[in-house]
């Protein structure tokens, strides 16, 4: 089984739907990301967490929220999504001690 | 200006080449420095961590350049398998961000 674990694995949903993408990890890590990657733009951060009560916003966090429910779990919403947010987006944990980051699959996600 | 940069490529070598990728960095309080690989539509896994001092993996060196601020990654004897996407990571002082290269494309050529 995946350390890190993404659901859906691919959505396709329409522009205006509220949809949540979750991650869940077996790694007992604190730390969590949610990224979403761009052809030609690399991996961008959306939003992060170090702990249960701890949220905070990334590069690109507008259009987005994040709830982390568990030290295990950490989701991903779009309350009203767009077609520009069509992208592949990933979760990621870390140890904060090597700083080496352990990524789920990745949701491919389309907006139409 | 980018934290981060990278040439994208393509690089296409034929198998046995020795290739090498740059990346440049433009915060200098950058602490940590990576390098992963993302094969197409797969997840970016680490490869390997980058040390002050460089570091060998087998086929892959990875070195360090604090003045410059700039990490590289060398592949000696190509392999087909070794197509894919590297990207170049970065962290600051604070561990709390990575700070993404847009990645540099990579095809070994039989």
């Known amino acids: 089984d995946a350390d890190v674990t993404q659901t859906p694995r691919n959505r396709i949903t329409k522009t205006g739907k509220r949809i949540m993408l979750e991650c869940s990890q077996t790694?007992?890590?604190?730390?969590m990301y949610w990224y979403r990657q761009d052809p030609g733009l690399g991996l961008q951060l959306i939003y992060y967490?170090?702990?249960?009560?701890?949220?905070n916003k990334g590069e690109i966090s507008d259009g987005y929220s994040v709830s982390r429910q568990a030290q295990a779990k950490f989701s991903l919403s779009l309350e009203s999504a767009i077609p520009n947010q069509t992208a592949l987006y990933f979760c990621?944990?870390?140890?904060?001690?090597?700083?080496?980051?352990?990524f789920g699959a990745g949701t491919r996600l389309s907006v139409l | 200006r980018k934290e981060v940069e990278q040439d994208p490529g393509p690089f296409n070598v034929p198998e046995g080449a020795t290739v090498a990728f740059n990346c440049t960095y433009s915060n200098s309080a950058s602490q940590s420095f990576f390098w992963y690989r993302q094969d197409c539509r797969k997840e970016p896994k680490l490869l390997m961590s980058?040390?002050?001092s460089g570091n060998e993996d087998g086929r892959f060196t990875a070195q360090l350049n604090r003045a410059s601020q700039y990490i590289s990654l060398l592949i000696r004897d190509s392999k087909l398998s070794d197509s894919a996407t590297y990207l170049c990571v970065v962290t600051l002082n604070t561990g709390n961000q990575f700070y993404f290269g847009t990645g540099t494309s990579l095809t070994v050529i039989p």
């Open positions: 980058v040390y002050s």
């Open positions: 790694k007992g890590h604190d730390r």
């Open positions: 967490s170090f702990d249960v009560k701890d949220i």
């Open positions: 990621a944990t870390s140890d904060g001690a090597k700083n080496i980051q352990y």
